[in-house]
């Protein structure tokens, strides 16, 4: 009796026949998890972002797009939602943690990274002065100087470009983004296969390649003037000049084996590594120059020591001082930075032009003077030797004659 | 001879396929398959990329089983470039690719079981499925496309409370699959529509190459990869297989396996205790090229790819196990009396239409001609 | 009225998997699960563009979908919602460089979005259930306007 009571209270019971009427899953079973990522990522300190679009160049599915933010007065990231799929690389990537999605930014900080970027940088040690602008402004100090050039480090770079703006030769710092990298390596498979094709065509049973190289060295190869040089610190061992050249190429010692000059390698070379001729150092900043004042001046040659380009300072002969040579000079501000007493400054090309020329006519006359000067006294010396010389022999020519006479 | 085309949408069919399926009255005498729905181009895409992003269009290859690709693919460059993974990494590694098996596995069984008719049985896979769903968002961070793996380890470290819920979650997911492997086996109906049909012998397994369960339903326990992964080998892990080679035996399988999975994952995580450290290194990755293997839930998957320095993905291959799989099909119709055991024999191969939209290129050793391949 | 409160209650879904990664799949696959349940909410999916309500498309348009997806859309029957699901259908997500003709907006019109890669199944529920019963109803106001509005010029 109690029992079928209870069963009536229960069936009667206002919440029992609520949950029969709609039975509907539970609200809790459907809540996430604190880990899970949810799209889009928070832009959660947009006071702390630097604008360096590490978050951008990040992003595999092109979701994020930095735009001008008038409350910040700077470029804030702003995420798709559409296209977001939630890897969280953006998170990892940002230097100062401005995003968040899930609790990536918090549990993973401190963990190794390296980042993923669209377009990369690479140095190019021909062209590179190592005056170390680009140390100085890099946000996340990847460059490093190995001694013989300066080096970025390709697992830390973000990819913000601040070290190409900071550069003061043009085309030190190259870039090559994923579009190069696909249209190089497209390039290179399509040269690759042709040449397999074609081989397999001119001779069916023998693989030797080696003869076909020699049989068209004369006519269809000598497209280039001289044998490419591989440029070490541009080369990313991507192998694509391997696979184009009928010769040989020894990546490992970056040297060119065997060459037949068919200038392949150059095309399919994604960060121009392959190289054959003189490279020419342009500058940025061809109106501005370096001055150095001669009055504040202590002459103590640190600029002259610190500077890395071949001729562009010199040390007058009158003052005993130095002066910077604009036509050469690259306007990389080490001297201005290294002057222990401020005495060098920016001014007008020209006017450092007139100095130069002042100067070096004075320092061009003063060495004519002293080679002509050293001549003088080099013939001098000469002459008098000569007449010295002459002078014994008619003295010995005379005794001769005298001891015959008394014979 | 009549035609019955299925597909590219149909009731039965969970992914974009065509099947015209001849048949002779209720018999079916051939198929012929057309693909290209799916087809991306992902290999195309990642030429020429970073490869932490290449990680994440790899783990979009397919969505089931979408951690053994990523894990793949880490170990590939990992392998080439000789970077030590830490412990800590590796055995969340093996929880995370086991509970994957699982959900996979379980997956098959439930469109399997619902292919059969046999409804009740695929909700309750289904509904076991989602507490293994739960461990992976807990575990990573997102259900699916987890993006928990990178070159050089796991993104994120677990606590001791995620672990207590796992083994909690993990007896709870046993109980439940002694239950429905026992329906499994002993049900009179199941065993009506899966015994003696779609059966592969041991010879046509080798003609066709055909790896996974498909295989190891037909008495090939070693074409199992993680007899040769060095975690697993830690794990002392075991194969499951059968010779019986038909449609049951398949499914009988993909449950045991998933009997072996929580196994493993009990071991895993009792060494995972055990082991101290990070759970991620840092990596420099050096130019060149390698490949690697290693067992999907449906069989093999092969990676080779070429570097630059700095891991930008040069050329990568990625071979997936249901391209040989499909070709074992062909076989199987031989023993299926009806139209409806064709469909179910061919969801008992489970096939994954996204991993299988790859463009393969034969070359004839005799003539050397070179032409792409299309499943007839 | 009658028609219009069922229609509320009983909406058939048809999945179409247009290229994507079958992640979207199982997850509107483990909507059918005990725990979601979407037939409680009414809600069937029947793979099935004849009898369908709703369109739930997924993955970016390929190539040989681009006349097929006109197709099916054209093939279900008047008051047509399209959901697109994941980054995917709304954007190409990560494979905007593949062989792709973009996404699914640009080919046929779309009503409502569920942004993810994947969502969760909870999500797409909700965004299912949001807008079928609404838009459906909408709809059918508008074609019984288009409606009369041709008997009136008849």
Redesign the interface.
Known sequence: MSSSMWYLYEFVRKKWIKKFLD???EKE??I?PKR?R???PKILYPERCISCGACEGSC????IKLIDNKKYNKKIPKI???????CGNCVESCPTKVLEIGVIMEETRGLPWNIPKYSHVIIDEELCVNCGSCKLVCPVDVIEYNGITHVIDENGCIGCKRCIEACPVIDTIKTYDEKILKEKIDKCQYLKFEKLLSCDKDSSNSNDRNLDIKKEKGNVYEKISEIPRIVKSLCISCENCVDVCPGNIDLKNYKVVECVKCGDCIEVCPTTAMRIGEVVKGIKLKDKCYIIDEKSCIGCRICYKSCNVDNAIFISTETRLPYINPELCVRCGLCYRECPVDAISLTNTEKVLEIYKIRRIKDKFDAIIKSDLEELSKNYVMSKNDIVEFAKIKVNKEVNKFIKYDD | MNVVPIG?????????IRIKLIVEGENVVGSELEM???????E??MEGKHYLKGI??S??????C?YIHTQTFAECIEHMSKIEVPDKARYLRVVTAELERIHSHL?AA?VYDLSIEHETLA?WC??A??HV?DLMELITGN???MGFNVVGGVRLDINKEIIDKIYKKINELEDDMKNILEVFETGPLINLRGEGIGVIGYREIMKTRAVGPVARASAMPESDWRLRHPTYKELKFKPVWRDEGDNSARMIVRHEEVMTSINLIRKALELYEESSGGVRVKVDIKGGSGEWKNEAPRGEVYYKMSLTDGGLIKRIMIRTPTVMNLEAYKYMLKTCPTVSDAVTTYTSIDP???CTERTIVLKDKKTGKIKPYSFK | MIKEFFRKRDINV??????????????I??C??????IE??GIHV????READVLVVT??V????KN?LKE?YEKTPEPKIVVAVG?CA???????????CG?VDKIIPVDA?V????P???EILDAILKIAPDAIASKEKILKKRKEGVKSTV
């Open positions: 039975a509907k899953t079973i459907v996430a899970y949810k799209v889009p595999p599915s092109f979701a798709d939602v559409g296209s977001c799929i939630s | 590219p949408i149909h009731p039965v069919l969970k992914e974009p290209g729905y799916v087809h991306r181009g992902i195309k895409i994440y269009l783990e979009r290859v397919c969505g089931i979408s997956i439930a909700m289904l509904n499925r989602e769903m259900r699916v496309n994954c239409v996204s | 048809c999945v179409v998997n247009t290229g994507g990664c079958n992640g979207c799949d199982i997850e696959v483990s059918l699960a005990p725990r979601y349940d409680q909410y029947h793979n099935n563009p993955g970016p390929t190539l040989p979908w097929r099916i980054a709304l954007s190409c997500g990560i494979f905007k460089e593949g062989h792709v996404p979005k942004p993810g890669c994947p969760r199944p909870a």
